[in-house]
Each structure stands twice: as C-alpha cells, then as structure tokens.
C-alpha cells in the first residue's frame, strides 16, 4: 500500500515517526515534493482567502499528492501534543477543511493526536489506524515505539547545531554541512511549518548564513532552559510552538553569545499576533526584528531588511573599527 | 474600588445590575465610539483580532474615566481569547495606567466555583446575596434578550420601522434604570405590548440565519448592527446564540436551563468532527441547523484572522451545497465601512430573494 505524506505543516516536526511508522507497517512511504511556486499556486487556488500562508501550502501539497496513485492520504489532526497545550484551531479542523474544500481528495488517514489530558485515545487512534495495514496489534506498537526512536534520533542532530528540518534531510542519508565562518550569532524564531520551508520563509536561515551569521533556532538550545525561561510569563502560554518561541526569546536575550533576534510570523497567524507582542514587550537587551510574511512577499524587501539588520548589528558590536557596508 | 469591564452588546447592563448588588462602584466603559476603535488599534498589535483592541479601547476609555479595576475573563486555549487578559494588562501597565486586573477564569466545572469567584469580588457580600445578586443581573439579561427578539420579529414586519426601533431603544435604556426586577418586567411588557401594536406588511419575510463568532455577534458597534440593517430590509433575523444561552452552556453548563448545545454539536457532524476552539464547531453546527430549519439564508460573521471562524469557513461551501442554503460569510475589521458591508448584505438579500421566488409561490413588495 501506498501512504502519501504532504510535505507541509508538522511534517517539519514529526517526519521520522510517520514514515517509520508506516514502513514497519509494510507501507510505502510518499512525499510530496518540497514547496515550489505550483504548490503555492495550487494551494491559494483551493483554500479559503482568509486562511494562513503555511495552510494554503499544505492544501497545495495534498492537492499534488491526490494526482499520484496512492491508497492514502496521511493528514493528522494534532489537537495537541502535550499537556494542556494546544497547536492551534486550524490544525484541530484540517482534515475536515480538506474534506470540504478539495473534491479530488484520496481516502485519507486521520489521525487525532490530542494527549491535552492523557494519552488513551492517542493509544486507541494508533491501533486503529494500524489495523489498515495489519491486526498484530504488537507490531503496530512495535512500529509506534520504533517510530519514536528515530524521532529523537533525529532531535540529537539537532544539539549539534541542525535546526529540525536539516536534521532530518540527515536522517534521510544526505550530506550536511554547516559553515564554520561566522561573525554573528542571530536567534532566528517561528513557527517550524513556515520557517524551515525554504519557500514559506524565503529560505531565511540558508540566508543569514550567507551573511555570515550562525543562525539558532529554538530547537538548537537547551529545551529544560526554554522551558525554565518561558514560566517567568504570568500566565503559561498554551500554545506549544507559542511557548517555545517565548522560551527561547526570553533564554537568547539573557545570554551574551547571541546578538540578535529575529521573528518570522505569517500574517493571519493567531499565535503569533499574540506571542510576538509578547516577545516584543520582553526583550529589553538583544536587537529584535519581527518579519511578517504571506504569499505576496517580495524576496528583495526580506533581503534588504536581513542587510541592513546584520550591519546594524555588526557596527553595534564594533567588530570593525573601518567597516563599510558594501550594500551602500 | 471603581469597577470596570469590557462591552459586549447589552451585558454592561446586566454586570451592571450584578455589580452593584454586590456594592461596588461601576465605570462601564463610554459606549464603543470612532474614539474607542482609534485608541484600541493605536496601542494593540497590529495583527490581534478586533475584540482585543476595542477590548482596550474600551478599558482606556473606562480609566480615563476614574475606574481603578478591571474585570476579565479568562480561559485556556486554543482560542487567542485566552491571553487577552495578559496582553491587554501588559500594554496598558507599559502606557503607566495604575489598575488592579481581576482576570476571571472560566471554572472548569461547577456552577458553585463561579458563585464564589463572584462573592469574592464584592465586598462583605454573603453567599446568599451574590446569589441573590446574579438572579437579579441574569432577570435583566433576559428581559434585554426578550426585547432583541422581539424586535427582530417586529423590525422586518413592521410599516414604521423607526418606531419600533424608539420602542427597544427606550426600553433598554429603562431596563438599564429599573431598580428592582419587577420594575424590568413590567417595562418588557409594557415594551412588547407597544411594539404589537404597530402596523404590519402582509407578506411574510425572508429569514436569514446569523451564525459566527460570539463577540461580533453581540456587539452591535463591531457588527455595524447587521440585525437591524437586515431588519430593514424587510429580513427577519434568527441569530444562533444569545448571551444567557452562552452562559448556560460554558460556563453554568447547564445549570439554569437544558442546553441545546449537544444538538448543534450533533448537527455539525460529519462536516466538522472535532472541537477547534472558539466557537468553530457551534458555527458549523448552527449553519447546519439553519439549513434543516429551512431558513432562507444563512451569514457567517467574525473578526478577521480569528482562527475558529477560518476553519468553519471552509467548511461552510460544502455545507451550502449538499444543505442547499445560500451561505456568505463576512469578515470585520476595524476598516470595514458601513456601505459597504450594506451593499453586500442588500446583494445577498436580493439573490436570496430572487432563488425562493424561483422555487415557488412567493410574493414581496417591491
């Protein structure tokens, strides 16, 4: 059997668990090709005007994989993935959104991670959907454990300075390497889905470093300090991605080694209009900037604004005593 | 203690009333003006949702006024509505306000817990009078509810439409004065009676159905009243919540009067299986509920970017087609204008119109 996986939203987060997953269920695994201008094409087509850009491109991922012969379709509803924290409204009502918008739409695999309270429907959701491929029930928790354990694999990779996404390009064979030239340390924060896709976020990471930055993304720090830095707020955040945004901003602006942070949210985004005032309001000692971006960004207007922010910050640091910049 | 809370259609009325039995001193913020909208997106950020910044606007507005405390619900999630509080408290402590913040959390079961939230507040309020006091806030509620339908029957009907809009305006301003619950009562009557007095068309109205996200629903200065200019149009309104079943439902759960909740629940299967937050899965199920009732039209209403109400968004196309309704969904911002959201709702009344005329033995006025 054949489970296509749209390579969009969580897919960022939680890849090595769905494809080990369903390959130890005898399945074979399919991704839709990474973002590119004809899923961003097909995805505004379908989706409603109002929804946000990382949404619209997942609905272009999922419309690509419909035109391929696969069984399923793998779309989870992630209601939430710890306790009492939410992902946000959309991902709770995505399949159905799909069901409604997209007619061509495959025989989909829904899966309802909700473990806001405890676990046992999770448990339940597992077994069922594992009883498509077989009814060992020991192999379809077998497949979850081991699923489990590539994931955190895959999350090792990223202690060694691979932000999620490049850990699992690793994970999947390929050859990484991260250049050792750089001046500048700059905290880069959003949501995984938008920043880690090279078309969402204008391929802002590979760009920084271009600059000769060294570029930290939330998963690259010490998580117990995240989650040490993000309870000094009143009220817990309950959004997971929102608090480890708060975390980390609050953890990069109390130590010296970084010099800058930058925000990537999309317009429309719930969370983030929230956490980026936040965040705004917070960080008192590091240069901040907040970029919001949707399907009609210019690819100039984010280069000119990562310039200026990397000179601005390298006269600050007076790192040299003569420099010009050469972008005039 | 000067109190104060954020507006939301006829509620200042009854906190008022439940206030004041709690003998505090009440600042209800100036009715939501040009000057709260500009003040509110001048200090929120940019991309939060309406309510927070008329939330503010209206809190900047109550504090100039000499309020010292302000009263805020809380909650936990997904729905943005949850960190309001925190936001709201932090941009008006940055604009050097001095205010005590009492942020009341949703109880997560009983009625019980919520009674004593509110003793608290008051001051050497016993048990017994808080209750007394919300019995007296909840008899204005639902004599304001009474009136708002009242007047969607009669607004549509009606030859003389100002009139009938004099006679719920009056009414709700005397509601707000009346000092004892049978003094309400005596002005719902006195009100209905008047308002059946008026002159009537004879054909029937169309009916639309309203369904959205709760706060534009309530709060006619956000929604630019968009009962009453369906009301005008000769359009009977059926809105799917009111304030007291609202109450009931999430935060009295049910104690006072049995719920329909789990009905529209019911009915937003299979279109929409899941909570999202908000009041997505309510809207799709009302949606639902309006298409089985056979109303004529049916309107979605939210702030824009509000997350709940995207997801019933895109569910409602499918439910217009396989229900057969006509549906359109409105998004409101702080930059919509009055003509036209008034040129949309007309283009909608008129197709709607014009589809029941082709189904059948049905006749309008020009």
């Known amino acids: 059997m054949r489970v296509g996986i749209p390579k969009g939203l969580f897919y960022h987060y939680y890849f090595p668990l769905w494809k080990t997953f369903f390959q130890d269920l005898g399945a074979e695994v399919v991704t839709s090709a990474a973002t590119n201008r004809r899923t961003v094409e097909r995805g505004i087509e379908s989706a409603v005007d109002e929804a946000c850009f990382p949404i619209k491109v997942y609905y272009g991922h999922v419309r690509e994989l419909c035109r391929q012969k696969l069984d399923y379709i793998f779309i989870p509803r992630l209601v939430s993935v710890e306790y009492r924290s939410y992902i946000c409204p959309k991902f709770m009502g995505l399949p159905d959104m799909l069901k409604a918008g997209l007619p061509e739409l495959l025989p989909v695999i829904e899966l309802t991670v909700d473990v806001s309270k405890n676990d046992r429907q999770l448990k339940q959701d597992i077994i069922r959907v594992g009883k498509i491929f077989t009814n060992n029930k020991n192999q379809i928790n077998r497949a979850y454990q081991h699923g489990l354990d590539e994931l955190s694999k895959c999350k090792n990779l990223c202690r060694e300075g691979y932000n999620i996404s490049e850990a699992i390009q690793i994970w999947e064979g390929e050859q990484l390497e991260l250049s050792p030239n750089y001046d500048l340390n700059i905290g880069v924060l959003g949501h995984g889905y938008s920043l880690y896709d090279h078309t969402i976020s204008m391929n802002i990471i590979e760009r920084l470093r271009k600059m000769d930055c060294r570029v930290f993304v939330a998963e690259t720090l010490d998580q117990e300090e995240i989650e040490r830095q993000a309870a000094q707020i009143p009220k817990k955040v309950f959004w997971t991605l929102g608090r480890m945004m708060v975390g980390s901003a609050l953890y990069m602006d109390s130590h010296d080694q970084f010099d800058g942070i930058i925000y990537l949210a999309c317009f429309g985004c719930g969370p983030d209009s929230m956490i980026g005032e936040v965040i705004e309001r917070k960080v008192k000692n590091k240069p901040f900037m907040f970029i919001t971006i949707d399907e009609h960004t210019g690819e100039a207007g984010m280069v000119t604004r990562l310039e200026a922010f990397c000179d601005m910050l390298r006269r600050r640091a007076g790192k040299y005593e003569d420099y010009i910049s050469s972008y005039g | ?366």
């Open chain 2, 1 to 366: 203690m000067k109190i104060t809370f954020p507006h939301m259609g006829n509620m200042h009325i009854a906190v008022k009333a439940l206030l004041e039995r709690l003998r505090l001193e009440v600042v209800p913020p100036p009715p939501i003006s040009k000057r709260t909208f500009e003040i509110g997106i001048r200090h929120s950020p940019e991309f939060a949702c309406m309510p927070l910044k008329i939330n503010l606007g209206n809190f900047i507005e109550a504090l100039e006024n000499g309020a010292d405390t302000i009263v805020m619900a809380g909650g936990w999630g997904p729905c943005r509505f949850g960190y309001y509080a925190q936001v709201e408290r932090d941009i008006l402590e940055s604009l050097g306000y001095q205010f005590k913040m009492i942020i009341l959390e949703a109880p997560d079961s009983r009625a019980y817990d919520l009674v004593k939230q509110i003793k608290s507040l008051g001051e050497n309020v016993s048990f017994w009078e808080a209750l007394k006091a919300i019995n007296y806030g909840w008899s204005k509620l639902g004599a304001l509810e009474a009136l708002e339908k009242q007047l969607d029957y009669y607004l549509p009907r009606a030859r003389d439409k100002a009139r009938i809009e004099k006679i719920y305006n009056i009414a709700v301003e005397n509601i707000d004065r009346a000092v004892s619950k049978a003094e309400v009562y005596e002005i719902e009557e006195q009100s209905v009676k008047e308002m059946s007095k008026a002159e009537m068309k004879i054909d029937l109205p169309l009916k639309i159905g309203i369904v959205g996200e709760i706060y534009t629903m309530f709060e006619p200065a956000v929604n630019y009243d968009i009962y009453r200019l369906l009301g005008r149009m000769d359009v009977e309104v059926i809105r799917s919540a009111y304030l007291s079943d609202w109450l009931n439902d999430h935060i009295l759960k049910g104690y006072i009067k049995k719920s329909i909740r789990p009905d529209i629940i019911a009915c937003a299967r299979p279109y929409l299986n899941y909570e999202v937050g908000g009041h997505g899965l309510e809207t799709v199920g009302n949606t639902v509920r309006f298409a089985h009732m056979h109303l004529d039209g049916i309107v979605q209403i939210g702030p824009l970017t509000c997350m709940p109400e995207i997801v019933a968004q895109s569910i409602i196309p499918q439910i217009s087609a396989q229900e057969g309704v006509p549906c359109m969904t409105l998004w409101l911002d702080e930059l919509a204008g009055t003509a036209g959201l008034i040129t949309r709702l007309e283009a909608f009344v008129d197709m709607v119109h014009r589809q029941k005329l082709k189904a059948g033995n049905y006749q309008k006025e020009a």
